[in-house]
């Protein structure tokens, strides 16, 4: 085998692979830091629900925040005061039901091996009675709540992730609020995404699981056999 024929097949094998691990890098289903302006096609109800919520989420920044005591004064993505997070407040002796906030995003396909990751801030007026609950739902081709905090302040933004179930199926997922009707209520939400679970993931190609760099191995061995 010559010098020449070698590195002609080498470099073959490489643009295949390179080419394939392109192909299969996986993608964010969501990305929303509300940066672009927009509330990234969230809806303030449950999707093809007709109940509506008693306060509306709204897109504002620290310094446009209509309560500067409750809301918090930047947001979670730049920690500024002119980054954008999604707000909503419950003023004092506000109307009471169990959807006093809602936001749900928009419906997509579960696939394996995707988390969902968000930045939340809860602060109440008066801190005695842990009466904010905070919940994430899921809903479509099966239906569960995901994740619950009951709290009146959580100190600040906080972030948490929670590992979707794998299935194929549309779902959409929720916020839902429910406030004390006695206390001042102000929640915030920011850094929304959908991905590839970290632990699936490796540092070197975003999206490559394990199994995924096994199958390009023995693709790697398979094209030097028969080239």
Known sequence: MTVSFYCHKMLLIFSFVLFYSIQVRSTSVLSCNFEDGTMCEMQNSLWFDPER??????????????????????????????????????????PHTD?????????FELHEHLCFNFAYYIKSMNSIRNGTVLTVSIKGCYSSTLWVIRTDDTLGWKTDRIQLLDLTCNVTI???????IKNSVSVALDD????????????????????????????????????
């Open 53 to 94: 919520p008693v306060h509306n989420f709204t897109l504002t920044t620290g310094e446009n925040v209509p309560d500067k005591s409750l809301a918090p004064m930047t947001d979670h993505t730049y920690n500024t005061s002119s980054g954008h997070f999604a707000y909503w407040h419950q003023p004092l002796g506000s």
């Open 174 to 180: 929720w916020f839902n609020i429910m406030a004390d």
């Open 192 to 227: 929304i995404t959908i991905d590839t679970c970290p632990r699936y993931t490796t540092t070197t190609i975003s999206g490559y699981s394990p199994s995924l760099a096994i199958n390009i191995y023995l693709l790697i061995i398979i094209l030097i056999i028969i080239l």
């Open 99 to 107: 959807r006093d906030g809602c936001l749900s995003i928009p419906i």
